[in-house]
C-alpha cells in the first residue's frame, strides 16, 4: 500500500498569492502537488483556500484566474 503525506510548509509560486504544498511518497519523492491561493477580505483577513491538486488538472493559471474572480 502507498502511503502519500502532504508536507505542511507552503511554497510560494511566481505568481502572487498562489502556493503549493507538495505531496510525497515513502521516500520523499514528490509525486503530486496541492495548490493554495491566498487573498486579504474586505475586514483585512488573510483568507487561505485550497483549490486542488495538479494530478486533477489544476494549474497556476487556473488558480490565478480563481484569485482574481474572488478578490
Given at each position: ?71
Amino acid at each position: 500500500m502507498i502511503h502519500l503525506k502532504t508536507l505542511n510548509k507552503r511554497i510560494a509560486t511566481k505568481s502572487q498569492g498562489v502556493f503549493y504544498k507538495p505531496i510525497v511518497n515513502e521516500q520523499n519523492k514528490e509525486v503530486d502537488k496541492v495548490y493554495l491561493i491566498r487573498w486579504i477580505d474586505n475586514d483585512g483577513r488573510a483568507k487561505l483556500k485550497t483549490v486542488g491538486k495538479h494530478s486533477q488538472g489544476v494549474r497556476i493559471s487556473t488558480c490565478i484566474a480563481l484569485r482574481n474572480n474572488t478578490i
